[in-house]
Nanobody, 127 residues
Framework: QVQLVESGGGLVQAGGSLRLSCAASERSLSRVAMGWFRQAPGKEREFVAAISWGGPITYYADSVKGRFTISRDNAKNTVNLQMNSLKPEDTAVYYC????????????????????WGQGTQVTVSS
């Protein structure tokens, strides 16, 4: 069982930055692939970024590539999402997700591939 808690959301002006963190409790994040998703009002939840536990290897949605950076600190059991050059269309509730995998280079882009989810943190970007 992995308990995930996101933090770092808030209100920021367009062009600004925010850093989201996802902390895991009760279990180490070693051999756990992680991802970030987001859901804007009236829209379905969508993939943002993923990171493997080995390497690590990262993967981004086209909409955030070059602006967002996902990273992890296994010693601290945290995964971060650095968001730069934010746009109003980045406004959403951001969720972190986790799944165990034996493959160190594996990352996952589909919601159905993740077993554990955080409660979400709101990010609002004003124009």
């Amino acid at each position: 069982q992995v308990q995930l808690v996101e933090s770092g959301g808030g209100l920021v002006q367009a062009g600004g930055s925010l850093r989201l963190s996802c902390a895991a409790s009760e279990r180490s994040l070693s051999r756990v692939a992680m991802g970030w998703f987001r859901q804007a009002p009236g829209k379905e939840r969508e993939f943002v970024a993923a990171i493997s536990w080995g390497g690590p290897i990262t993967y981004y949605a086209d909409s955030v590539k070059g602006r967002f950076t996902i990273s992890r600190d296994n010693a601290k059991n945290t995964v971060n999402l650095q968001m730069n050059s934010l746009k109003p269309e980045d406004t959403a509730v951001y969720y972190c997700a986790a799944r165990a995998t034996l493959l160190p280079g594996s990352y996952f882009r589909r919601e159905s591939e993740y077993a554990y989810w955080g409660q979400g943190t709101q990010v609002t970007v004003s124009s």
